[in-house]
Structure formats: C-alpha cells, structure tokens
C-alpha cells in the first residue's frame, strides 16, 4: 500500500520545529522571555539570567532558542572571554571541573562589556548542589523562575493560534489533544498545522473523529 505525504503528518511531532523565542508561548513568563530578548539585542544592562523550574516549564527551549538566534552552546573549553551570550542548559550536572570553568565565565561577564550568559537549572541558585562561590554568581543577575502554562493557558494559546489561522474546531478537540498528545507547546503548535492540512485533504472539519484518523494513519507511538 502506499502511503501518501498526508498519512505520514503525525510522525512530523518526532521532529518539531527547532525552539524559538517566536514560538515560545510565555504565559506568566512574559518578563523572562522579554529580557532574554534585550539579552540577545545587547539592550539590557545586567547581562547573566538564570532560569529555573520543573520539567515542562521551557527552560531547555528557551536555552535552545537562544542559542540558535544569536548566543551559543557554552562548553568549559572555551575562554571566558569569548564574546556573545553563552548558553548553559541545567548546570546541576557540571562536574567540578566544569564548575571551575563557569565560574571564570560568569567573572568575565561581570568584567566586560560584550559579553553574556544565559543558565538554567530545575532549582533556584541558593538549592544547587554546586560550589558556593558559583551558586552566590549565578544568583548575582536575573533569576526567574519559570512557570508551566496551565491547561486552560494551553487551550487558550491553541485556540488563538487556530483562530489565526481561520481553522474551525470542534469544542472537544483542544481537550482531546492535550490529553492524547505530548503537553509541551511546541509540539501542540505544530500538531494543528498539521491537523489543519490533514483535515484540508480530506475536505472535512476538525473534530475528534478526524484526530483520530490522522493519529492512527501515521501510527503515532503512544497512541
């Protein structure tokens, strides 16, 4: 049998787009996003953000976002020195070797203009079980502690998102799909372009019924 590209959307959410600060729904984290913004731009005076929160908060995808949009993946072999906002994501892993080298990264930011660091974490600063002297640095810019949007803030941003682009759903579809899909926005976002382009093939609205084709048609795993 053959399958054709439509039937194969549903394996589109093994590969969602690459995390951007445009495709991050902030909910309650608007002055976070807007100061990792300024951050990039070179426009705000305190250049080191820690960010912390539970899984699911957005701390890897705004630390992927930025080091895609202008900032880079910090390593310990690099000098300190080096221009640019570095990037490290969940620094309760570092090795004490490791430790030393951010430490020197955070003095050098402190020290020059240019330069920039972007760090997360699933605890605040003071909870880390890491080096003191590195803790008391981490803590010596912006700390802000990343909320998970809430279903309802989910639902919300889908529906806004599906208004946007003039898609009509059933009232159980969003419910449908945060219960049967994976939670994070990125993937929800793009399984409704994709859910929209499905349901445009068939000539058919988008209710629970065709969710559930377009999910067994691509054999989503977990399904």
Known sequence: MTVSFQDQL????LNPPQPRLANFVPGRNAE?????ARLLAGRLPER??????????????????????????????DEPQRAGVAVVDNV??????????????????????G???????TVA????????????????GLV???????DEEKAAALAGQAATRGVVL?????????????????????????????ALTRKRPLTVPLVREWLHSGRLPGF
């Open 10 to 13: 549903p394996l589109d959410l």
């Open 32 to 36: 976070a996003v807007d100061a990792i």
């Open 48 to 77: 080191l953000i820690y960010l912390w929160g539970a899984d699911g908060s957005g701390r890897t995808h705004l630390a992927l976002a930025v080091a895609s949009e202008g900032g880079w993946p910090w390593t310990p072999e």
């Open 92 to 113: 309760a892993g570092l090795d004490a070797d490791t430790q030393v080298a951010l430490f020197n990264r955070i003095n050098a930011v402190r020290a020059a203009e």
């Open 115 to 121: 330069l920039g660091l972007l760090a997360t974490g």
């Open 125 to 140: 600063p003071a909870q880390l079980q890491l080096r003191e002297d590195l803790r008391t640095r981490l803590a010596w």
């Open 144 to 150: 802000y502690q990343l909320q998970p949007l809430t």
């Open 170 to 198: 059933s009232d159980d579809v969003l419910p449908f799909m945060l219960r049967h899909l994976p939670r994070d926005m990125r993937t929800l976002s793009h399984a409704l372009e994709a859910l929209d382009a499905f």
